[in-house]
């Protein structure tokens, strides 16, 4: 089983950058697609991106589209989310997930989580 670690979480104005990390070890990182979800208080966890274990190709949902970047860095065995022109609407807890074989956007393709970073955004 992969150990995930997210950091990189705070508190930030409407219009501001945040970038997550996500610090694996474990079994074989690198061979394993990788994501990043999200929950808002009282809210179902939702997908945000997705990213295949060569890097090499990406998924988004609607709603981060051209403002989240999902990149991986192999040799440090981390995951990254960075997050610009962030709006209230992005206030969640975010959690980075491993362990599927299929770039999907289903969480329960992702046996491996973490246990998430705070993202809070005031307008």
């Known amino acids: 089983q992969l150990q995930l670690v997210e950091s990189g979480g705070g508190s930030v104005q409407a219009g501001g950058s945040l970038r997550l990390s996500c610090a694996a070890s474990g079994r074989a990182f690198r061979t394993y697609n990788l994501a990043w979800f999200r929950q808002a208080a009282g809210m179902e966890r939702e997908f945000v991106a997705a990213?295949?274990?060569?890097?090499?190709?990406?998924t988004y949902a609607d709603s981060v589209k051209e403002r989240f970047f999902i990149s991986r860095e192999i040799t440090k065995n981390t995951l990254y989310l960075q997050m610009n022109s962030l709006e209230p609407e992005d206030t969640a807890a975010y959690y980075c997930?491993?362990?599927?074989?299929?770039?999907?956007?289903?969480?329960?393709?992702?046996?491996?989580w973490g246990r998430g970073t705070q993202v809070t955004v005031s307008s």
């Open positions: 997930a491993a362990g599927s074989h299929v770039l999907t956007s289903n969480a329960d393709d992702y046996p491996d």
């Open positions: 990213i295949s274990w060569l890097a090499s190709r990406t």
